[in-house]
């Protein structure tokens, strides 16, 4: 069965250092999220992507944050100055048409020092 | 704005125990419904969704919900739990219309553990 994958599963940063997670959603679907879940939080929606640009975003998703789709498999989430506060596990999320499900991949553990 | 709402955070079972898990989901709005479940180190797998017709919805591994809509509710249940149960359930809302494009507004997240 296809899959959401992510890469790194670990990422280890510096404050102030800029870092790119990155997933590879399921190759016939349209749709792609990414969320968050600090330790011992809900996991929280920061932004999704359709038809090659942003569809919504959330509060979370501030200047410091990009996505990019740079080809017609991989999809980044940029940090570009991260903060204590952004270490969390990261998600992606894909799905093939708006009455799907979404199928999520295994989390980027992100941890800023 | 929705919200979702999972009142218990760790639950203990024994094994062949019954379960139910709450969720309450305030929007005034059609919503779809889901429940994730996150086993020990793996990624969020979904257990079973409600778009539309039968309110009872039957998923993997013997679990059900039942969406009742006034009450705002979309509780998990399982007749017998197994220690293979263990992990953590997540509830999710998201809209079908709008200018939203399904992004999941998740609950807090309830951690079953099943004793052997």
């Known amino acids: 069965e296809p899959e959401v994958t992510q890469t790194p599963s670990h990422q280890v940063t510096q404050m102030g250092q800029e870092v790119i997670l990155r997933c590879v959603p399921i190759?016939?679907?349209?749709?792609f999220y990414w969320y968050r879940q600090i330790l011992g939080q809900k996991v929280e929606f920061l932004v999704s992507?359709?038809?090659?640009?942003?569809?919504?975003k959330s509060e979370i998703f501030d200047d410091q944050f990009s996505v990019e789709r740079p080809d017609g498999s991989n999809f980044t989430l940029k940090i570009r100055s991260t903060k204590l506060e952004d270490s969390a596990m990261y998600f992606c999320?894909?799905?093939?048409?708006?009455?799907?499900?979404?199928?999520f991949g295994p989390g980027t553990r992100l941890t800023v020092t | 704005a929705q919200s979702v709402s999972q009142h218990n955070h760790h639950v203990i079972l024994s094994e062949a125990a019954s379960l139910e898990l709450g969720c309450n989901y305030s929007?005034?709005?059609?919503?779809?419904l889901f429940w994730y479940v996150q086993y020990p180190g793996q990624h969020l797998q979904l257990l079973l969704k409600?778009?539309?017709?039968?309110?009872l919805v039957k998923g993997i591994k013997g679990f059900e919900a039942e969406f009742i809509k006034s009450k705002f509710s979309f509780n998990l249940r399982k007749p017998s739990v197994q220690w293979s149960d263990t992990a953590e359930y997540f509830c999710?809302?998201?809209?079908?219309?709008?200018?939203?494009?399904?992004?999941?507004?998740f609950g807090k997240g309830t951690k079953l553990s099943v004793k052997p």
């Open positions: 999320a894909s799905r093939r048409t708006s009455g799907d499900e979404q199928y």
């Open positions: 190759s016939n679907h349209l749709y």
């Open positions: 992507f359709y038809n090659n640009e942003i569809s919504e």
């Open positions: 929007y005034g709005g059609t919503v779809n």
């Open positions: 409600y778009f539309s017709g039968d309110p």
């Open positions: 999710a809302v998201n809209t079908p219309y709008g200018g939203s494009q399904g992004n999941l507004i």
